[in-house]
């Protein structure tokens, strides 16, 4: 799997010891709720694939529409829908028998409450571990409890980084003045990586004959292309950043990825891998092995025989 | 006759860029039974809010309806024809019942139609020997398919005699109740038995309780028969991307809600699993 | 043309005594260099126009590529390029003899910078003026210099007031956590309306053959679709907290607007106007007119007979 | 003959909803003067990178170069051929001196063409009795249109011999120099006097420095004749956005760069006044 392919670039990735044999990674939220659509996603040929975000406790998220898309990317306000960290442990359990690494991916509304999330799913036989600090529509959790300040990143990271040795991943919101302080906070705390970008926003669509927001909680994260040149601009300022500082931690750049030149654009910014998530719906299951494909393409027309000579290939 | 000529269900339709509740005026709130009213909804205004996919319409699509300041749940469509269509619900919970209390002159908000309906209809299924098998509220998916094929027979179950649909819309349907109330006394199964002892049926279409479509499934699997099932999943985003109507690795949306009997036999929750709102796997039934 | 159209709704609109016949604004930056532009703009039927951004001192901005558009949006890095106080009250004198209401816009380093440039320019006869603290693209101005934050807004606001009685808004930027506090905050300096919003980001785009992002600034605000549905949420924001605050100061509402129903929308959310710069690429210069007659049909159909009724329809 | 059969100019192509450069190779550079180079530009990557609109090209219109890290600047189209599509660069400033030192091999970007070329050539304007009129590197923009236009008259005007463009190109034209070193002696607009004299030509196509365009506009007003010129003014968007281009409330970039000769009357400052990078007006020349 991480055996470059005989007649191209080399696309394979190790993200802190993660082997994956291309960039594209499943974004957390988008299909990721059950072990089997996880084993889907690994067929239709992604690199990794993230669990949906799990709460120690079950919630049932916000009422419908939870989901909708407009001519420019997709607004959403699940707001952390999932079974529990127990249920959860159950439906992902030996997740590592399945043939692509799997991200866990854990949130809660104080410190306290990610670790124990993490500790109860590490178990499973995660590869690593992702925690969002960045939603920016469900209330008492991400931006909306505060857990996007520098402050907060630290304390969480680590909170979670005593429980688990596995590779640690903070997911950071792109509604903050100074995103490069965040990720700094977070590898001060413990991370190993930085996820760049969760959604934007929030944004809210009305509904003019309704005279009413459309989505059950007003307002959603925006994601898919109208998030794209925020989220790169985000990747290349947490790189510059981490470059400053000598520190060699991988970004997955994620935030409106569904093509081929789009993923190269976000390695360039300095992204190690990238997240696809409302690209699902653009483009169909199949678009990790689309993506892969068109990287490969496009790699070999710009003669670029590994992901390592496009990294960063656009930082000063 | 194998179960190749349904093997290779069509692709489910590309879904549009946006998905965007378009609101409608409710034309006309007709009584189906005790418990069940048919909207039949104006698609006068949808030309200035452009985003319903019904050009493409197969029986068995749904379509999400969003009551504002509530929530969004989805319903197949059991009319389309020319300037409306039409929901058939069934009172069970408070969003269904708010949507039988809805009247004429009030507004609901549609996207879709989506998933994959009912394929190799009416070309090359038979349509004589066809048979379309309803449980309770599955006749309003099943509706608009017994229209596209009016030589099947059309076979419906209830519990008892109140709880029937569409018996004027369909005068020919063999009917079935629990207590005997009306038609037949049993199941719709019983005349699926009968029927593929005398070797009479040679395609079926299903839409009703879990059990009793598992039961059909079973029957055809075991007399080598085409089946098609359209089965119901808790949905939320409807578009395939968020993963809450997951059956074994199928999004019940986009690559449902109708699935083949081989399909299903290789689906282990089918009849027997699905998930609540949290997505916990619950029992079905 | 501020009467109201005998066989439809009354679209006119009053902002702090600025007469509108429709609620169509050019928003600062597209077109707003020259009068003739403006003029142009006018006869295109636009119920207001803003000049692009003036400066004390000349300008001559970014490098190009300053504007560019991709499939969800536009990003410009401009760099507030501008022939000076002086050179700008020359090109802009008597705008007063136009047939709709101008507003200037000026911007500077620091509160005085603003105050000079605002005493320069209001005698031209501009019908009232607009402060822009949120160019999220542009060393030395904007929320590069710090002006997003409350205590700045207040002060700057304060500076401008006391060199023009005309009706002053203060244009917020969508980038920071809490919009409604800087809302509250240029009420308290004396501003007498908001505009809301100004860019999004900064984003970028890289283009990968080149390895090296496209704007001559590398990044640059993002306009147009892409923007719309978090500039919903921003003048949702800032109209529900001037509500509670028992404050009626009118609300521009700028981002994406490009059709009537969007216009529609925004006034739903609590805008009063609707500024409109990138729909000037995707629909024409006649933009003004096109938005105006969808407004004027949507709300024929919906029953709207003057924009009183929509304002503010979506709050709660 | 009225300058009616040109009064009615067709709208600008619709712009797409992408600007952004796309990556292209030079495969070839000429030099053509002592002063000017054409840069031959492989188009066959330009599929891979869509985004060029370059079927609708008419002549005279103009692509926004970028050279990464530098600028990115209007040039006209100069070739436009199977695969190829040329730019002619008179060094003049940095950023066409730069241009002017690409190697074949180097990348640069383009995007457009943007913004209205010549009309109504070929079809209802005259051939034979029109008349190209070309000062410097205004050659540049008019060579797709006499290529277009073969019957036509095509006069250039330069300094001197080594300034002229295009002699091998179009051997039959009609060459003036300022200082006699070539062709004949003096400005290509006593020609037009001439012509205009004997009644010999019909319509007028012009590029060149502005006082010369400014002077054919006025002859061509005196005789009745219909005229076109193209004329330059410093461009940001290159799409009718950035209000920089502004000459008398008309966007060159997309309302241009070609206007009639009645349009030009109605605009003061033409021939006099443009604008620098900062929007401030200074005089033209
Ligand atoms: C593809 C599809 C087509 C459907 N077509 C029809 C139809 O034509 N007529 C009809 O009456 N009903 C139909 N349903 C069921 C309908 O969507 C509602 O589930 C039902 O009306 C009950 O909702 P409630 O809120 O009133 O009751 P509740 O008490 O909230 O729910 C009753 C049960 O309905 C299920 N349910 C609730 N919400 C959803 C949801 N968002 N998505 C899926 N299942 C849910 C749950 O399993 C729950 O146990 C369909 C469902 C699906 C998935
Ligand atoms: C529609 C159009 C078509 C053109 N076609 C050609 C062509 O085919 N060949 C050619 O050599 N040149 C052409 N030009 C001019 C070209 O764009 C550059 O202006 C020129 O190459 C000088 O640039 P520089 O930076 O080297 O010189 P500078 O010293 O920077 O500029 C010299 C003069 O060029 C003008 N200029 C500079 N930048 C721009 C700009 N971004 N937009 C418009 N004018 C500018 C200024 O008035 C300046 O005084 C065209 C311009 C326009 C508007
Ligand atoms: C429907 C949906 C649900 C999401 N749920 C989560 C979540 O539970 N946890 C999380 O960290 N991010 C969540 N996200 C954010 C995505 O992981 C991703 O950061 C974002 O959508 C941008 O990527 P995209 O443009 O490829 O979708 C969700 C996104 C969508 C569209
Ligand atoms: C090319 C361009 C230049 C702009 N220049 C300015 C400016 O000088 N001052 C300002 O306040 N806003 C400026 N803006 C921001 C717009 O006024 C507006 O707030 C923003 O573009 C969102 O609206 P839109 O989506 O309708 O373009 C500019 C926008 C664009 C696209
Ligand atoms: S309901 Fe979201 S994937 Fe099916
Ligand atoms: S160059 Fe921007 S409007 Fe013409």
Redesign the interface.
Known sequence: MSTPDATGPNLSVNLCGIKLGNPTVLASGALGMTRALIQRVARSGAGAATIKSVTVRPRQGHNNPTVIAYEAGMLNAVGYSNPGADEAGREFADIDRLSIPVLASVVGEDAGEFAAAAERLMPCGFAGLEIPLSCPHTPGYGTLAGHGTPEATEQITRAVRAVTDRPLFVKLSPNVPGISELALAAIEGGADGICAVNTLGPGMIINVEAREPVLGFKMGGVSGPALRPVAVRCVYDVATALRRHGCEAPIIGIGGISTGRHALEMMMAGASAVGVGTAVYSRGIEVFGKITQELRQLCRRLSINSLDEARGAALQ | MTENHVAQPPPAAV?P?????V?LEIAEVRRENATAKTLLISLE?AE??PGLILETFTPGQFV?V?V??????PYALSYLEEGRAGITVHRRGPFSKRLCEMRAGE?I?LRGAYGRGFWDVGERAPGASAAIIGGGCGMAVLAPLAERLPEATLVQGARSADGLFFTDRFPGQVIFTDDGSAGRHGLPTEWLVEAVADGAVEAVYTCGPEPMMARVVELCRGAGLPCQASIERYM??G??????C?C??R?VCVEGPVFSGEELARMPSFGRRR?D?????IPVE
């Open positions: 879904s860029q946006t998905a965007l509740p609101m205004s200035d809010q999400m969003w504002p300041r509530m929530d969004e749940k507004r908000g939320k985003c578009i395939g991307v968020c993963g809450q997951d074994d690795g999004r998930r709102k949290t997505g916990r796997q």
